[in-house]
């Protein structure tokens, strides 16, 4: 039975907690994971850098590098992208060429021997070819990052048309390139560190990447954010400054531009993040979770909605996130005004997660938010171009890309559920109140509707593209996915369809045994190691599945709990509720609630955990069973006068 003093208590511990991490302009910027991956590239970088031009003012973030790598090293020899990664052969074959790179392979021969020994029983370089397929995206810049480093020969290099990128960028889709939407300047730079080093043998070819190599370079500079990192991207700016520092190209502006931002982003312990920040992001996601709570109210339950605009009222991050919407051509896709990238940072790219994350978090202050006549104007104004930049890049599949219309013939470039279930939220936040023909908007829907149809698996869940699970074989992650598209559902009050009943009916079978959802053993060895989450003996902790071996995250948990939820009062659930309640108390109580996982994917699928997860989908979880138990119509529950 839920005790709803507990459920307070916690709700109320968990909303401090998220406050607290704001920082002093008022938003959320977040942590995210050290990255044994970016490490490699960027101290890789650094040493093409220096290996080209003689400069060793930066060899003491080389020897850093080289040296948390080593410590870092897993049992079986290998790397994962994240210290709570599992090994994989990417970046184990970056962290080997790392190691050549900075000329410590005589100093370093039993990591690279151990190193060598995992690559192997991974396959080799076709073990690492079989880990992508047919995108080239990622598979092509780390061998080429080990064929600098001298770890693999050219020969293993597929060459990439970087001529390509003198098209004017409207074409770039018709193209059908070997690399995703975002990774064109991985294109030009290793596409041209391939043919310096070794140039294809017809010569028509020959002479048509020779007449290119300026034309490109020109593209890649204008690509090139005023932070100097693509994307704010570790892992691409340092592929592109080693692809041209080792290409006779050390003194390009481009290169000067890219060392600058790898030295900036390196961390205090000698590593780097995949990325620098996702500040817009949780920021957004931590407005809209302070509002589950009223949005799960009866508009007569005036006591819940008030506590809750006390909250949002407060807030002072409507006009930074006003701020961050792109209002000009964005250099980088070509995408036109109206999008939200991932950061306020000039190396973000306007995409449809964090641009329909922005509209709902508007929305909300717009609702309960201290807002000025002038903000209340801006806000329409932002609203307007948000929507007609998310209608406007529907693609014609009915769902829903991240970046760029038409561009689906790789994995991180086709319609998402996740992605288009959120773009469907976003737009549905603002009908009736832009300037809008909202039949228009209503036919975006319905399509946008018949592809959540069209995507659902045959047992109900929907798989996301940005978000997985590291414990399952497949590495997908239909606990996120499903919870996603179900919120669209709810916003479009559509949850008596029956592809939202399949989505619940799937939640409800796939709860663990302790009431938790998703994570795996890796969680498991996770809470066991920081010594949290457990009561008595050791090994009879709450976060523990019965088999002793296995743990839900917090973020599926949260996620998983929120979407029942906004299946209502229904008495056949209620014990699978109560049992996710109890385990989110649980978590909190313990502390185990702030412990992130991998769960996200960064391009390319690389692994990363941001800090923010757990603690912003735990305020959104236990606000939205606040603001639906103190409507429960079901069975009596424990304290339930006390709401």
Request: charged share 20%; proline share 5%.
């Amino acid at each position: 039975m839920i005790d709803f003093q507990r459920l307070e208590d916690a709700y109320s511990t968990a909303v401090s907690n998220l406050l607290d991490e704001r920082v002093p302009e008022g938003h959320w910027v977040g942590q995210l994971s050290t990255s044994a991956l970016s490490t490699a590239t960027a101290a890789s970088a650094l040493s093409a850098y220096g290996n080209a031009t003689g400069d060793r003012s930066h060899q003491g973030m080389v020897d850093g590098a080289i040296g948390w790598l080593v410590e870092h090293q897993n049992d079986d020899g290998g790397w994962g992208d994240t210290l709570k990664s599992y090994s994989n052969i990417a970046t184990t074959m970056l962290a080997r060429a790392a190691f050549f790179f900075a000329g410590q392979q005589d100093h370093l021969t039993r990591a690279i021997q151990r190193a060598d020994e995992y690559i192997q029983l991974r396959g080799g370089v076709a073990g690492l070819r079989a880990r992508y397929g047919t995108d080239k995206t990622f598979a092509v810049p780390i061998l080429a990052n080990c064929a600098m480093a001298g770890s693999e020969s050219w020969k293993e290099v597929a060459a990439l048309p970087f001529e390509a990128a003198c098209v004017p960028q409207r074409f770039y889709h018709l193209l059908q390139l070997p690399v995703v939407s975002y990774a064109i300047p991985a294109l030009v730079a290793i596409g041209q560190a391939k043919f310096f080093h070794d140039p294809p043998w017809n010569p028509l070819t020959r002479m048509a990447r020779w007449f290119s190599v300026g034309r490109s370079l020109k593209v890649l500079q204008r690509m090139q954010p005023a932070s100097g990192g693509f994307l704010e991207a570790i892992p691409l700016t340092s592929f592109v400054v080693m692809g041209l520092a080792t290409s006779g190209k050390s003194d390009h502006p481009v290169v000067k531009n890219g060392i600058r931002f790898i030295k900036q982003s390196i961390l205090e312990d000698g590593s780097w993040p995949i990325d620098t920040n996702l500040a817009t992001w949780t920021t957004t996601l931590s407005v809209n979770s302070f509002s589950a709570r009223a949005d799960a109210s009866t508009a007569e339950n005036v006591t819940e909605v008030e506590k809750v605009d006390s909250v949002i009222g407060k807030l002072e991050c409507t006009d930074w996130i006003l701020s961050c919407q792109n209002r000009v051509v964005h250099p980088f896709t070509q995408s036109p005004p109206g999008g939200w990238g991932w950061t306020d940072l000039s190396g973000a790219v306007p995409d449809a997660d964090d641009t329909p994350g922005a509209l709902l978090a508007i929305r909300n202050l717009w609702r309960r938010g201290n807002l000025t006549a002038e903000q209340r104007q801006r806000i329409r104004d932002a609203a307007n171009l948000g929507v007609e930049w998310l209608l406007k890049l529907q693609n014609r599949d009915r769902g829903w890309p991240t970046f760029c219309r038409g561009w689906g013939k790789l994995p991180f470039d086709r319609s998402g559920a996740d992605i288009t279930a959120h773009c469907l939220r976003g737009i549905h936040a603002w009908r009736g109140d832009v300037d809008i023909d909202s039949r228009r908007i209503g036919r975006a829907t319905e399509r946008g509707l018949l592809y959540l149809s069209s995507t659902q698996r045959s047992d109900g869940s929907w798989l996301p593209l940005w978000f997985g699970n590291q414990d399952r074989e497949d590495e997908e992650n239909p606990v996120y996915g499903t919870a996603k598209v179900l919120a669209a559902y709810k916003d479009l009050k559509k949850m008596e369809t029956a592809e939202a009943r399949r989505g619940l009916e799937w939640l409800v079978r796939n709860q663990n045994p302790d009431g938790s959802w998703g994570g795996g053993r890796s969680n498991f060895l996770r809470f066991r190691d920081f010594g949290l989450g457990r009561r008595g003996d050791p090994g009879s902790g709450p976060l523990e599945q019965e088999g002793g071996e296995l743990a839900g995250s917090v973020e599926e948990t949260a996620l998983a709990l929120e979407a029942l939820l906004f299946a209502g009062n229904l008495p056949e659930i209620a014990d699978v509720l109560q049992k996710g309640v109890g385990w989110m108390l649980d978590a909190v109580e313990t502390d185990c609630y702030r412990i992130d996982w991998p769960i996200g994917f960064y391009f390319a699928k690389l692994w990363y955990h941001e800090r923010l997860y757990p603690q912003v989908f735990t305020v959104a979880a236990l606000g939205r069973a606040l603001g639906r138990y103190g409507q429960w119509s079901g069975p009596p529950l424990e304290g339930a006068s006390s709401v």
